[in-house]
């Protein structure tokens, strides 16, 4: 009767203080270090199934354990050619879960903008890394509240800005920041696809959409990597040569930018143009890219005869096993939250300056 006594008391015990502590952070404290860890992809259109779950066939320090979806029917599919368990399965409902599945270390969100903020806030609250994909979020605000979720329940917030792991963008990096050619004087950075769907989240502005936030981020990732520097101004104009299909966002953005060193940049992004370039001109010397932010085959020479042209095998597959690493040794992240963050501030500005006509400071 006593040890019945002992054993139901000990069992109270367990249980308040399993709601003491969230699920995950009891997890976490007990798990045993893993050589791998395990990814959830929320969200399994176009960039989840033709990029990252191939990349995560190529991983070293991470693989697929889980997926979120609203679609039963990819469920289905998913479950069957990355071998994933039932107990690994999610919708967008039952995802707060996840808090109690010690299978999964990391949530990757891969939806539309618009709803980058909440998923990366619940994974954060489920004691969950976080990979987010860019543009991080439509607004400044959505961006402090997921970097503050994730510092307050202590967990690492990644944006999948794949070319900053990618060692063709990272030599013309090292030219800024070692001033080989002096200081950058003009950068000319371009990225643009033609996109001739009608009703996708890209042509939509309540889900996130718009050339700036989607290839723009590119195009300004050119410019800010390629002066080392943060712009302090920004002057920019939106067009459309197809209203019929940009109604509610630009098809096409361009925007000048000034940084503090006196560097100017002018940056153009379109969903009606194939283009996909850079050119920095320094004091004496250049650096040309084409293309600059590719999946993969990023390349270019330097005016001094060195050619940038560096094999990978997949960028994802790299940064997902970079990101992995920091996480693991509690290391700094190459792209973290804040770099997301940095992107929209000057997104935001971009859009102000559409909307005066007028330079708008950052
Ligand atoms: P997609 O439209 O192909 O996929 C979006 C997914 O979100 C789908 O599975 C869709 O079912 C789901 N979804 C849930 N709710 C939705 C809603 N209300 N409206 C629309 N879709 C909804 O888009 P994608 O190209 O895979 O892009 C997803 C994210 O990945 C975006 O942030 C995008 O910018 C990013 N992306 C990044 C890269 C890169 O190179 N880093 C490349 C492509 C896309």
């Known amino acids: 009767m006593l040890l019945e006594r002992r054993d139901f008391l000990s069992s109270l015990t367990l249980a308040s203080a399993a709601t003491l502590f969230t699920g995950s ?30 990349a995560l066939q190529l991983t070293e320090k991470c693989h697929l354990v889980g997926i979120v979806t609203g679609t039963p029917a990819k469920a289905e ?21 996840i808090a109690n599945n010690p299978d999964i270390d990391i949530v990757y969100v891969v939806l539309p903008p618009s709803m980058h903020r909440e ?20 607004s400044v605000a959505d961006c402090e509240a997921m970097i503050s979720a994730c510092k307050s329940n202590k967990v690492k917030l990644a944006i999948g800005y794949r070319c900053q792991h990618d060692p063709n963008i990272q030599a013309y990096m090292k030219v ?10 003009m950068v000319n950075s371009a990225a643009g696809y033609v996109d001739n769907r009608t009703t996708h989240w890209k042509q939509n502005k309540a889900l996130g959409g718009g050339v700036m936030g989607d290839m723009g981020v590119y195009a300004l990732q050119g410019a800010r990597l390629a002066t080392g520097e943060e712009p302090i101004s920004v002057i920019a104009q939106a067009s459309t040569t197809r209203p019929e299909i940009y109604k509610e966002v630009e098809e096409t953005m361009m925007f000048m930018l000034d940084f503090p060193s006196g560097a100017r940049a ?27 932010s590719g999946y993969s085959g990023n390349k270019g020479s330097m005016s001094d005869g060195t050619i940038i042209n560096f094999p990978i095998k997949s960028q ?44 708008v400071k950052i």
């Open 25 to 54: 952070s009891l997890l976490a404290a007990t798990a045993p270090k893993k050589d791998k860890l395990g990814i959830a992809l929320v969200g399994l259109g176009y960039y989840s199934t033709d990029l990252l779950a191939p």
């Open 77 to 97: 599919t998913w479950k069957t050619k990355y071998n994933i368990p039932d107990k690994n399965i999610y919708t967008y409902q039952n995802f707060d879960r």
């Open 119 to 138: 998923f990366v806030v619940r994974a954060a609250k489920a004691g969950k890394h976080v990979f987010c994909e860019k543009p991080m979020a439509p």
């Open 176 to 185: 800024a920041k070692e001033q080989k050619f002096g200081k950058v004087k």
């Open 266 to 292: 002018a940056c153009q992004t379109s969903f009606g143009i194939n283009m996909n370039h850079l050119q920095i001109n320094y004091e004496k010397g250049w650096v040309k890219m084409e293309p600059q």
């Open 316 to 359: 994802q597959a790299k940064q997902m096993d970079e990101d992995c690493l920091a996480i693991m040794n509690n290391t700094d992240l190459i792209a973290p939250g804040e770099e997301g963050l940095r992107d929209i501030r000057v997104v935001e500005a971009i859009y102000k300056s559409v909307k005066s006509g007028q330079s």
